[in-house]
């Protein structure tokens, strides 16, 4: 069969009203030639590009696009519907990624190091691991930001995984570290901050900064979690003490002793009395044992 070398572009069309027939031709040499033509359609789809083991985790490096012939059922997986899965089975370079090869896969997470049943949990100490879901439990399947202030139930060994049930949610109270009397002032040297689990007194006191002039309603024990109910917040003017009123002007400012006629609390407003002249005022609490009038 020769075709000739032609000046101009062949011509082609359709012969005898069969799309699989085409007359092509060349003016310039006097030639002309039926053809016989079988059309190919081409899809895309994503294949493999390495051969890789049953329990794989697929990456984008895995995987790449190309044309096949149309009449090979491709599956309509997206790439990003591929990333991150597990195969099956076993797998060729080139061969068809389909999603009867692919499961999902989720994050389980390990211990990298020994831990103590009370310590709290230190996400360092984790190591995130893919399986396939199916080969995992639900209790399992954590995130891990969900376990900040949380101590563990039990002893952990190395390598081990862990699930929900080995934490516990800790929350930070305020306990008594010596007993104190009714009456007492709590300081410093009487309470500290712990994290405890398990379901808490509703009014326990979470920060020692609560307890600013807050003294003991009954007597409290070593141990015991501070509640509110267990505290009593002293006034900062109580009646019948000497307190000092500043009174200011725009000129000047006047400082002397007034006798606290009511308790007050910070920002309170109180009566006062001048015990030379009995004369009353009212004034604002401003501190311990301070008062103002503008």
């Known amino acids: ?24 031709n060349c003016p310039s040499e006097n030639w002309q030639a039926v053809l016989r033509i079988q059309i190919q359609r081409q899809t895309e ?3 493999y590009t390495r051969a890789r083991g049953e329990g794989s985790i697929l990456t984008a490096a895995d ?17 990003t519907e591929v990333v991150g899965r597990v195969l099956k089975r076993a797998v060729q370079k080139g061969e068809l990624i389909r999603s009867n090869q692919l499961e999902e896969a989720t994050t389980i997470y390990l211990t990298n190091q020994e831990l103590k049943k009370g310590s709290l949990v230190d996400l360092s100490t984790l190591r995130p691991t893919m399986k396939p879901y199916s080969e995992t439990q639900f209790d ?9 202030n949380s101590v563990l139930t039990r002893d952990i060994s190395i390598n081990d995984i862990v699930s929900k049930s080995d934490f516990a949610t800790a929350q930070q109270t305020v306990v008594i570290t010596t007993l104190l009397e009714r009456g007492s002032l709590f300081d410093q040297s009487t309470i500290k901050v712990e ?4 379901k808490l007194p509703q009014d326990a006191i979470a920060d020692p900064s609560q307890l600013a002039r807050a003294t003991a309603k009954r007597r409290l024990n070593p141990g015991s979690i501070v509640r509110f109910s267990d505290i009593s917040i002293e006034p900062h003017v109580k009646a019948g003490q000497t307190v000092t009123l500043r009174v200011k002007r ?35 609490v401003t501190g311990v044992g301070l008062t103002e009038r503008r």
Do not use: H, W
């Open 1 to 24: 069969f020769l075709v000739p070398s032609c000046d101009s572009a062949f011509g082609v069309e359709v012969a005898f009203g069969a799309k699989t027939n085409v007359r092509v």
């Open 250 to 284: 725009s000129q000047f400012t006047v400082t002397l002793d007034m006798l606290a006629m009511e308790d007050g609390y910070l920002g309170d407003r109180i009566k006062l009395q001048n015990q030379e002249s009995n004369e009353t005022v009212f004034a604002t």
């Open 63 to 79: 995987i790449a696009t190309e044309l096949i012939d149309s009449t090979v059922a491709a599956s309509e997986l997206q790439q």
């Open 45 to 47: 789809a994503l294949v």
């Open 140 to 148: 399992q399947r954590l995130d891990p930001e969900t376990l900040k």
């Open 195 to 198: 994290m405890r689990t398990g």
